[in-house]
């Protein structure tokens, strides 16, 4: 198969798809009963950008903010040759793709690659293999996925239609942050300091924070729509830290699908998204011939301050003028517990007979992650405290080698293969909020888990400082979410409440505030995955493991050889 490789972005003719950096450029792609090797070229430089009346340097991908979308179809080889022009180290992991046997492309720096650093190029090599829909792409070091993420289409194999109508076309949608300083400075002076940096200064729909920000008009994403026709919206949040809502004034949208995996279809008019998931919709023209707002908002439901700042982009029916003001969506309220509770309910795993939902029904191993905040001392900070967070009382320090070389090459001294199973002291996770010093501990501790084992997880937050929603994301996997609740869990009362069935399956997780969720899920691909809180300024603190799965019995069951070109440290 011939493939065209235009501007770092490869493609050919064929099949049409929405390019999210112009509303009405359309990239190529060719049906095809044959697997494919995809050849990206990935330039990490700088560039400067202006939004909001203020201008600066953006670490970018082909200049490109957001960056450009990873086109494949399930079977396809995915070649990425990512070559470092900017002053940092980065590494890029490829959110959601399960990468068997292969971390060596997962991604995190530290984790399972050294960062690639200034001047240096890696080629990530991987295979797409039993997935299909919507995930994404973004660096994985300090703060730099402000402004380097993407989106993955995966389409499904040639002559497997989608479990539901065919869109006339299809649009991505990402969901993003914008400070108007460096957002590197701004996270350093927040370590200096031991406290939460500044906020963001804007939500972006497709970078672009929309007509309600200042010098805005300009920097407005707008979607052009047929009357009568149905579009499936690919959405992304690639926020650092905030969960956001999504709404189109009105029109009423259909969850098809969550993190690349099907869904039991239900109409919302607006939708919940954590940091790292993605949720599909398909969203039918057929309302009166105006233009309507897009918005997105901030989620939050704790005491704690977050951007609540609007960001809209715009629905807009052909033949309608761009002079014609466009109708606001009613958004939830910021802090509506109830909405996000039920639409979290509605999602369940299509578990047809073409994709169903294996959930594992028996377990080998049972886990039980306590999510905390914390103080260390730190003399120089300006309360005399940093804040950390930690799971089960351990805060993870990362490491100088890769996780994954460390083990592959068996590198003492790197790491530890002890990480507790549960909290070393159990107490009343989410009663009053706890102060005291819990003599958090600080390490580069793991748990290793055995091959082709079955897992539970249950991740329970507390109220150390204060309670607060996590998205988890585990790296390698896609796990069942089997069941949640308020308060603190019970092993005798709420395990026999499990969705067994149709749980939704996904690759990350928002643990609700004051709450627990459980996943479970098969170990069956060797090596060492990260497991983190997907809020950017958590997982600085701590709050991060990795799961350590090892080699199987049979031949196509360990680790694969790292590629030449792994970067070192």
Request: overall charge positive; hydrophobic content about 40%; some cysteine.
């Amino acid at each position: 198969m011939q493939l065209n490789i235009v501007l770092g972005v490869a493609f050919s003719a064929s099949t049409a798809f929405q390019s999210p950096s112009s509303p009405y450029q359309y990239i190529a792609y060719k049906p095809s009963s044959e697997a494919a090797i995809r050849k990206y070229n990935f330039d990490i430089q700088v560039k400067n950008v202006s939004r909001l009346c203020h201008a600066k340097p953006i670490v970018t991908v082909n200049g490109r903010y957001p960056g450009p979308t990873i086109y494949a179809r399930e079977g396809d080889t995915v070649l990425v040759n990512v070559t470092n022009h900017a002053k940092y180290n980065l590494s890029i992991p490829w959110h959601g793709l399960k990468q068997y046997r292969n971390g060596w492309a997962d991604g995190p720096a530290y984790i399972t690659q050294c960062p690639i650093q200034t001047g240096n190029s890696y080629v990530y090599n991987f295979n797409v293999t039993g997935q299909r829909g919507t995930l994404w792409w973004h660096a994985h070091i300090l703060w730099l996925r402000a402004t380097v993420y993407g989106a993955i289409v995966i389409m499904p194999n040639v002559g497997t239609p989608y479990p539901f109508p065919k869109p006339a076309r299809e649009f991505e949608i990402l969901l993003g942050e914008w400070w108007n300083n460096d957002v590197e400075e701004i996270e350093k002076q927040g370590n200096r300091m031991g406290l939460p940096p500044n906020m963001s200064d804007a939500h972006t729909i497709n970078g672009k924070p929309g007509p309600l920000f200042p010098c805005s008009e300009k920097h407005t994403y707008a979607m052009e729509v047929e009357q009568g026709k149905t579009y499936l919206l690919r959405i992304i949040n690639a926020a650092l830290n905030d969960e956001l809502f999504f709404s189109i004034a009105g029109h009423n949208m259909t969850v098809v699908e969550v993190d690349a995996v099907y869904t039991k279809p239900f109409t919302t008019q607006a939708i919940l998204i954590a940091p790292g998931q993605t949720t599909n919709v398909l969203v039918q023209a057929n309302q009166v011939a105006k233009r309507y707002f897009m918005a997105t908002k901030a989620f939050m439901d704790a005491p704690i301050p977050v951007d609540n700042k609007t960001a809209t982009a715009i629905l807009q029916y052909k033949g309608i003028p761009n002079t014609v003001i466009p109708i606001l969506p009613k958004l939830p309220a910021n802090n509506d517990t109830g909405f996000a509770l039920s639409y979290n309910k509605k999602l369940r795993s299509l578990n047809s007979a073409q994709f169903p939902a294996n959930v594992p029904l028996k377990v080998d191993r049972k886990l039980f992650y306590t999510i905390g905040l914390g103080k260390n001392s730190c003399p120089a900070c300006i309360n005399g405290t940093r804040l950390l967070a930690s799971l089960n009382n351990v805060s993870f320090v990362m490491p100088q080698v890769a996780l994954l070389q460390a083990h592959y090459f068996n590198i003492k001294g790197v790491f530890r293969a002890d990480f507790p199973d549960r909290p070393p002291t159990p107490f009343n996770y989410t009663g009053a909020p706890l102060t005291a010093n819990l003599g958090t501990s600080t390490g580069t501790r793991i748990a290793k888990i055995a091959f082709n084992s079955t897992v539970e997880l249950v991740l329970q937050d507390t109220n150390l400082l204060t309670v607060e929603s996590h998205p988890f994301h585990l790296h390698g996997y896609n796990f069942f979410v089997v069941g949640t609740g308020i308060g603190n869990f019970d092993p005798a009362k709420d395990p026999p409440k499990y969705n067994l069935v149709d749980p939704i399956e996904r690759n990350t997780v928002g643990v609700p505030t004051g709450g627990w969720t459980a996943i479970r899920f098969r170990a069956d691909n060797p090596g060492v995955w990260f497991m983190h809180c997907h809020l950017e300024l958590h997982t600085g603190w701590g709050l991060k493991t990795a799961f350590l799965v090892e080699d199987g019995p049979g031949q196509d069951q360990s680790v694969l050889p790292p590629p030449k070109d792994l970067p070192s440290c």
